[in-house]
């Protein structure tokens, strides 16, 4: 089903509703957004703490441990 047919069908759904259905739809709706926009910032934040340059110091470090230091492998 296309996505304007999914509209008409819910809005004549909507029509046949009482008042207090339609606003639970309302809020429902509402809440599939913000989690959408929610989403979109958590997916923006990673994308800009990948690209900085805050931690770069942590690359340029050597590093401490190796395999050949482990007492025991699982």
Do not use: C, W
């Not at 759904?13 to 979109?40: C, M, T, W, Y």
């Not at 931690?55 to 395999?67: G, H, K, N, T, W």
């Not at 230091?69 to 699982?74: G, I, M, P, T, V």
């Amino acid at each position: 089903m296309s996505r304007e047919a999914l509209i008409k069908k819910t809005i004549q759904s909507l029509d046949k509703l009482p008042d207090h259905r339609v606003k639970e739809v309302s809020d429902f709706a509402e809440f599939l957004l913000s989690k959408i926009e929610n989403q979109i910032l958590t997916e923006g934040i990673q994308k800009l703490a990948a690209n900085s340059k805050s931690y770069q110091f942590l690359e340029d470090d050597p590093d401490l441990y190796s395999v050949s230091d482990l007492k025991e492998r699982y």
